[in-house]
């Protein structure tokens, strides 16, 4: 949402730039430009200009045939714009329980905090359909700021793509977060949750495969 609210009173070029880089392990000016549907000079002024800032930084991408090709991708100073739960004020909080309480504490905090995750997603979403029911918790998802899609193949199989975790800071000391996460998901909508996760160039992609 504040990523949103940013893109209306900023450049909104930018922000199509920033959103496509976080939804990719990093694209090249003409990538940019075939999906954002601006001229290549364009781009390249606004890819100069983002990584005079410090957003954006270059790499040189290994290609099939041929020379590497210049790619941009995203930058530390990319990450306020996404939001992470509070991350520095909630590990702290989960350190001290676990400092008081015992070893356990923690996880029971969040354990505690999922569930009743599961039931204000339960309220919310729509559909009767499993497809129905993944798409509607999926732009819900979204506007929570994971930059959520959901899709579905030929044969059915159903799929939540995410290219941003809210729990990303927290989970590198409670790696269990992301299991209680798989697990919420499971009973918001009914259906067998299974969890990847591809990271590349810095960047996070999740997939919630489901049936």
């Not at 601006?38 to 930084?57: A, T």
């Not at 714009?81 to 329980?97: S, T």
């Not at 269990?176 to 990271?199: D, T």
Request: glycine letters at 6%.
């Amino acid at each position: 949402m504040f990523f949103k609210v940013l893109r209306d009173i900023a450049k909104p070029q930018w922000f199509d730039i920033i959103s496509r880089l976080k939804k990719s392990t990093g694209l090249s000016v003409a990538e940019l430009s075939e999906s954002i549907g601006m001229s290549y000079m364009g781009i390249k002024q606004h890819c100069v200009e983002l990584n005079k800032r410090g957003y954006l930084d270059t790499w040189r991408r290994p290609k099939a045939v041929g020379r590497p090709e210049k790619a941009y991708r995203l930058t530390k100073k990319a990450d306020p714009l996404f939001i992470e739960v509070g991350a520095e004020f909630v590990l702290g909080l989960l350190r001290n329980v676990d400092k008081t309480y015992g070893a356990s504490a923690a996880e029971k905090l969040l354990f505690g905090y999922f569930h009743e995750m599961v039931e204000e997603y339960v309220k919310k979403i729509k559909g009767e359909t499993l497809y129905d029911r993944a798409m509607s918790f999926s732009k819900i998802r979204d506007l929570e700021g994971c930059l959520s899609s959901c899709e579905i193949d030929q044969a059915g199989a159903i799929k939540i793509i995410e290219y941003h975790s809210p729990y990303r800071c927290i989970s590198a000391e409670y790696p269990m977060i992301y299991r209680m996460e798989e697990q919420m998901i499971s009973k918001v909508l009914g259906a067998n949750v299974l969890r990847k996760e591809e990271e590349a160039s810095g960047l996070l992609k999740c997939e919630f495969n489901i049936d």
